[in-house]
T-cell receptor, first 112, second 117 residues
Framework: KQEVTQIPAALSVPEGENLVLNCSFT??????LQWFRQDPGKGLTSLLL?????REQTSGRLNASLDKSSGRSTLYIAASQPGDSATYLC???????????FGGGTRVLVKP | NAGVMQNPRHLVRRRGQEARLRCSPM?????VYWYRQLPEEGLKFMVY????????ESGMPKERFSAEFPKEGPSILRIQQVVRGDSAAYFC???????????????FGSGTQLSVL
């Protein structure tokens, strides 16, 4: 059974600092991994999807890396802004069409 | 192209009543997933459906819970005889049929907040 852990559980930084969010998973036989953002009381917004054959994926200030063999993914957010304040969730997927398994999330607060 | 639509946004039920949660997937999406998020907890998978088929219901409680995704119309998550412990946010997600890199992203709705009095 896949177990997903996200560290730290919460993070508070001043505006402009770079953010590093860690995700580890116990079953390294994954098909892909998706990072999401969740604002309070809202649904999830997909940020990045990284395939198992990829090492990283980038979108604007966001970069996600994947080390499948060691069961780790890292989300980097450059030059953080107060609008980046949210909970960030990682979710690996075992096979095509399979369910996502979510970590508990990292709650980020970026202070102006 | 509208996103994943869930309704109602908020649902209040008394213990013992039935709750029906609806999810309309994005246009062109034939796969639907339901997740539950308890207060201060992560999202837990409940059920995965294609049209007229339940593919994986390993996360759904055996009693009182059921889900369907008919050929026409939205997917429905039904909870019979609700109890206080059912109070949670229920999220629906949809995707295109796999496989294929562009088909793999799940898109989530805004959720239904169920409160059981």
């Amino acid at each position: 059974k896949q177990e997903v852990t996200q560290i730290p559980a919460a993070l508070s930084v001043p505006e402009g600092e770079n953010l590093v969010l860690n995700c580890s998973f116990t079953d390294s036989a994954i098909y892909n991994l998706q990072w999401f953002r969740q604002d309070p009381g809202k649904g999830l917004t997909s940020l990045l999807l990284i395939q198992s054959s990829q090492r990283e994926q980038t979108s604007g200030r966001l970069n996600a890396s994947l080390d499948k063999s060691s069961g780790r993914s890292t989300l980097y957010i450059a030059a953080s802004q107060p609008g980046d304040s949210a909970t960030y969730l990682c979710a690996p997927r075992k096979a095509a069409g399979n369910k996502l398994t979510f970590g508990g999330g990292t709650r980020v607060l970026v202070k102006p | 192209n509208a996103g994943v639509m869930q309704n109602p946004r908020h649902l209040v039920r008394r213990r013992g009543q039935e709750a029906r949660l609806r999810c309309s997937p994005m246009k062109g999406h034939s796969h639907v997933y339901w997740y539950r998020q308890l207060p201060e907890e992560g999202l837990k998978f409940m059920v995965y459906l294609q049209k007229e088929n339940i593919i994986d219901e390993s996360g759904m409680p055996k009693e009182r819970f059921s889900a369907e995704f008919p050929k026409e119309g939205p997917s429905i998550l039904r909870i019979q005889q609700v109890v206080r412990g059912d109070s949670a946010a229920y999220f629906c997600a949809s995707s295109r049929p796999p496989p294929g890199p562009t088909n793999e992203k799940l898109f989530f709705g805004s959720g239904t907040q169920l409160s059981v009095l």
